[in-house]
């Protein structure tokens, strides 16, 4: 358990500090430190009972959802959560190693890493975009709701 804490409070922090890099106002940065909390305790628990693209995928659109909401409530735009809030999820250490097996000539083990940080990064440019036609679909919904009654 004080692991998943550790994991859960990092993952704020770097979400946050993030926000500062992008000169995310100072007012947000919490919020943007929250949508990436989230978003990375939602992958770690899905990624026990599946695989880390499914796990990622998911806690992409989740981050999304949020960073749609937060939007709305403090009137500020949705890039400022939805970056801040990935963070946690990009795959930047595994290009890492990747490309550190490519300059060791380690070719199996660079083309596996490689493969598996396109696909993570896949699944979050996925989860933003299913994430956006979510919130399309919401916000035409009570629309469609009126013109039936």
Known sequence: MLHFIEQA???FVASATFGIIFNAPRRMLLHGGF???IGWIIYIVLEYAADA???TLAATIA????SQLFSRMFHAPV???SVAGIIPLVPGGLAYNAMRNFVQNDYGAAMEM?????MLSGAIAI???LSEVLNQMIRRLPE???TKS
């Open 9 to 11: 409070l990092t993952s």
């Open 35 to 37: 949508v990436g909390m």
């Open 53 to 55: 693209v499914p796990a």
């Open 63 to 66: 981050v999304g959802v949020i």
């Open 79 to 81: 890039i400022i959560f």
């Open 114 to 118: 490689a493969a598996k940080a396109l």
């Open 127 to 129: 989860g933003l975009v």
């Open 144 to 146: 469609s709701l009126r």
